[in-house]
C-alpha cells in the first residue's frame, strides 16, 4: 500500500488530521490497532475548549456535538467552605463545552467513511523505517503483515505508541514529574451536583464533579497513586464524595447506581523534539498532562493543527517552513498546557504527606487566584484555552 500521509492512532489526533488533509485534497490512510467498537465506547477525557469546538464547526464535524454537547459558560470551585465561580462567558466571553471524547472520535471516524476514507481498524503497526526519506510502516491486519509507504507519518499512537521509540534515542529528550496520587473515575448514573464542573479542595482531598449528560454524573476523586477499587466500596466512595463536596447552595449530591469505575495514575511528561525526519508526533504520543486542566483532548487537537497546516503547506504550497518549525509551535503551546495543568493540579490535590503548614499554604493560594479578578481571569483564558494556529497555511 501506498499513501501521501501515514498516520498511526486512530484517535482525536489522528481522525482529525485525516479529515483535515481530505477537506484539501491530500490521502491519508488511519492505522489503528483497536476495533472500531473499543475506540468508539472507552471512557476517556470529556471538556472541550473554545478553540477545539470551534474548529470543529469549521470543518463539518460539529453536527452531533452541536446537539449533545453541554456549553458551559462558568466553572466552580470549592475550598476553605466556600465556592466561587469563575464565569469565563464574562470575563474573557469564552465558554467550554461536554463532549465526551469517544463520542467525538466516533463522529470523526463515521464521517471519515462516508466521505470515503481510509482507517484500518484491528490494524497494529509493528515496525517504522525509512524516517529520513521514505517511511515504510509495517502492520498486521486480517492476520496478515503488510506494509504501507507513505510521503509522511503522523504518529498520532498516544502514550504507549510505536513512532516516538523510533525514533534514535540520541535526539530526544524527555521530561517528566509523576504525581503521589491517582484519580478514581466515576461514571453515576445520577443527576450531575451543578450545571457546570465543580472543583472540590478538602482536607481529606481534591474531586471533580463533572457529568455526560443531565442524568449521568462523571466524578473524579483524589487517591492514592497505588490504590486499589477493592479499597473502595460504595459507601466510602458517597462519604469521600459528600465530604469533599461539602455544603454549598445549589450544590447538590445525588445518588446513583455507580455504572463504571477505574483508577489512573496522574503525569505530566513531554519528549522533545516532536518530529524527527518525516516523523511528526502529535498528541498523547509526544505529551501527557494530568488530568486537572483538562488540557489533553484539546492538546492533541490543536498539535493537529499546526500538522496540517505545515503538511498542506508542502504539498499545496511547496513550503517547507512549517513543517521545519513544526516541533517549535506546539511545544510554545504543549508547555503552557502543561503548566497550567501541574498548576491546577498541585494546587488543588493536598499531598498526602502534608503537613497542616503546606494545608494553609494552599487555601492561601486558591484565596490568592480565585480572590482576585486577575486570578479568576488567568485561569479562565488557560481553561477555556490558549489561541490555536490556523490548520491551513
Ligand atoms: N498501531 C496502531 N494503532 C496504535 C498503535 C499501534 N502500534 N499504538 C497505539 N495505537 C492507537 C491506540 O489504540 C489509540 O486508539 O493510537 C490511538 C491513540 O489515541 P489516543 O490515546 O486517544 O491519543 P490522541 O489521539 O493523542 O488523543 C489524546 O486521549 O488519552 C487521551 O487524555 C488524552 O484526551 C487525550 C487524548
Ligand atoms: C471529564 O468530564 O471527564 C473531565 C472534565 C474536566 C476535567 C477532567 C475530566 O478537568
Redesign the pocket.
Known sequence: MRTQVAI????????LLSHLLHLEGIQSVV????SYE??TTRI??GLMEQNTVDLLNEVGLADNLNRFGLPHDGVQFTFDGACHRIDMQELIGRRVTIYA?QLI?KDMADVRRRDGGTILFE????AISGLDDRPVVT?THEGELKTLECDFLAG???????SRPAMPEAVRRDYDRVYPFGWLGLLIAAVPPSEELVYSHSDSGFALFSMRSEELTRAYLQVRPDDHLDNWPAERIWSELRGRLGDHEGLKLNEGEILQQAITPMRSWVSEPMQYGKLFL????AH??P?TGAK?????MADICALSRALLDHYKNNRSGYLESYTKTCLDRVWRAEHFSWWMTTMLHPPYDANPFDLKRQIAELRTVFGSDAGCRLVAENYAGLPVVPWRP
Open positions: 498511526i492512532g486512530a484517535g482525536p489526533a489522528g481522525l492505522l489503528e490497532s483497536r473499543y475506540c476517556r477525557a471524547q472520535v490494524a497494529e503497526a509493528t502492520f498520532c499512537d498516544g502514550f504507549h505508541g510505536i502529535a498528541g498523547d504520543s501527557i498532562v488530568p489533553g483532548m484539546n492538546l492533541a
